[in-house]
């Protein structure tokens, strides 16, 4: 199902920064109650396949349809289906918690997870996910506000970012695992009060963080863009509360007419006065 969110609400309330175009905005349903809690999205190439990843362990792929203009006008998906642990068995209880999606070129998947921070990769060769190696900053990330992002860089390295960096005046650090080996090549600025959500490396090679403010009243996102040496720091865009719901997931591709567009989803926390939304926005690079 499909519901558009009123556009004068975004231009009286969000704050779009230049070379961002506000695209459209809908609200995806499904009678499933594993439904909802929408942490990660990966959208392939070409706008119209994607993968979802909620926060209970569960994984979504499904399809967009949309119009002449690249707008959705449809979600068409599977239903839910639970993300087995690498026995082969349901993850249950604080190691649930996935957070982060990213997938490869040849189609493999990532998943980063929050209440015991790890990393692993979805198929090992045998069906089965496998978990890859930690950095041993992972068991001292704040409860609750751990691997939260995830991304995959051109040479194939795993960028993940926890949503808290520990402290208000403390950048957050960006762990790489590449080629086996854990580093942290950069970190990001922190500004004001947003925390991160949610990342993607996007065609053009540049890291993208999504991020949101809860302000008692509902929540504010951010975009910031950086290159891969956490430099060249730009704000895409800043919405004002209640734009959108709780975003937390964000992938960026390129349009047939060369353009890149940003899909952000939103985490319902399973409550009935929130919405898993879809908003998306094209970038004029």
Same mark, same amino acid.
């Given at each position: 199902?499909?519901?558009? &969110? ?14 961002? !175009?506000?695209?459209?905005? @809908? $609200? ?13 999205? %990966? ?7 994607? @993968? ?17 203009? *690249?707008?959705?006008?449809? $979600? ?17 209880? @604080? ?31 045998? *069906? ?6 930690? %950095? ?10 751990? =691997? ?7 040479? *194939? ?9 520990? /402290? ?5 650090? $960006? ?14 600025? /922190?500004?004001?009060?947003? =925390? ?22 509902? &929540?504010?996102?951010? $975009? ?6 956490g430099g060249s720091e730009e704000t895409l865009l ?8 709780? =975003? ?9 007419? *060369?353009?890149?567009?940003?899909? !952000? ?9 929130? @919405? ?10």
């Open positions: 199902m499909r519901v558009r &969110f009123p556009i004068a609400l975004a231009l009286w309330a969000g704050v779009a920064v230049a070379g961002v !175009l506000r695209q459209d905005s @809908v $609200v995806w349903t499904m009678d499933d109650p594993g439904f909802g809690g929408f942490s990660a999205i %990966h959208v392939f190439p070409g706008g119209e396949r994607f @993968v979802a990843v909620s926060d209970r362990a569960m994984i979504v792929e499904g399809q967009f349809l949309r119009d002449g203009n *690249g707008d959705i006008t449809a $979600v068409e998906s599977r239903h839910p289906a639970p993300l087995p642990d690498e026995n082969g068995d349901p993850i249950e209880g @604080v190691r649930a918690d996935s957070e982060g999606v990213a997938v490869g070129p040849d189609g493999t998947i990532y998943l980063s997870f929050e209440g015991v921070a790890r990393l692993r990769v979805e198929d090992a060769g045998d *069906g089965l996910p496998r978990r890859l190696p930690r %950095h041993p900053d992972f068991a001292t990330l704040q409860s609750n506000s751990a =691997l939260e992002a995830l991304a995959i860089g051109p040479d *194939g390295a795993l960028y993940t970012i926890p949503e808290r960096s520990g /402290r208000a005046d403390r950048p957050f650090p $960006v762990y790489r695992l590449k080629d086996g080996a854990w580093d942290i090549p950069f970190e990001l600025p /922190r500004r004001g009060p947003f =925390l991160v959500s949610g990342a993607d490396i996007g065609p053009d090679g540049r890291l993208y963080v999504l991020e949101r403010d809860f302000t008692g009243i509902g &929540f504010r996102s951010r $975009v910031r863009r950086f290159d891969l040496a800043e919405t004002g509360t209640g734009v959108h719901d709780n =975003l937390e997931g964000i992938s960026v591709w390129r349009q047939a007419d *060369g353009r890149l567009r940003m899909t !952000l989803i939103s985490d319902d926390n399973f409550r009935w006065f929130q @919405v898993t939304e879809i908003a998306e926005y094209v970038l004029d690079e």
